[in-house]
């Protein structure tokens, strides 16, 4: 029986190494999910074959790219836009969920939804709403589904990576006033991003298992 594991990361590039490191541990490709916003970091690492020059995902990848691709799933990354998050860059079976539909190419409006996808893994509605909310404000999401036996193995290595807990970050965001994710919401803007990632970078943001 399998498990889905997903955490939250303020920072991509610790999204990208649990990626790798999920790789590298046997974990297969095919059961792991990333899901960024895309104005959260401005520095998608010039090695993620997808991204060009410019820090964009290259124009022309297809669907197949977006959710899969060959050589690792970082190869595979593509620009979606899902409702209430904007655009976003992602590739696995969490973001074909989302999306519900095939979107043709790069920069397609998606169908579906990030809330509706995280409870179909698995995960209870206030996970969902808010590792949804954390896209929203910036974040990056890393899914796997994984076996019973190896769960804590998983966890072990998102925790290892600098992941937020979702029950920590969501108690923070009921404190500023938050309910639940608005997928009719406008997305956060640049200038909205970059305050929350000041906001929380002075402070841990990780929580044992």
Do not use: C
């Amino acid at each position: 029986m399998t498990k889905t594991v997903t955490r939250l990361f303020d920072d991509y590039g610790d999204a990208r190494s649990a990626v790798r490191t999920l790789e590298s541990a046997g974990f297969s490709r095919d059961d792991i999910s990333i899901i960024a916003n895309k104005d959260a970091h401005g520095s998608h690492d010039r090695d993620d074959d997808s991204i060009n020059e410019d820090g964009d995902v290259t124009k022309g990848a297809t669907t197949g790219a977006v959710l899969g691709g060959v050589g690792g799933l970082l190869a595979g990354l593509g620009l979606l836009a899902i409702p209430g998050l904007g655009p976003i860059v992602a590739a696995g079976w969490l973001a074909s969920t989302a999306v519900g539909a095939a979107v043709g190419g790069v920069g397609g409006a998606a169908t579906g939804g990030i809330v509706g996808a995280l409870k179909n893994a698995g995960h209870d509605d206030d996970e969902a709403h808010v590792y949804s909310e954390g896209v929203r404000r910036g974040g990056t999401l890393v899914s796997a589904r994984v076996p019973d036996e190896r769960r804590a193995e998983a966890e072990a290595i998102l925790l290892q990576h600098r992941s937020v807990d979702a029950a920590t970050r969501g108690a923070d965001y009921r404190a500023g006033g938050w309910n639940t994710f608005d997928p009719d919401a406008e997305p956060y803007t640049s200038d909205q991003i970059s305050a929350e990632r000041a906001r929380y970078s002075s402070h841990p943001s990780t929580t044992g298992l």
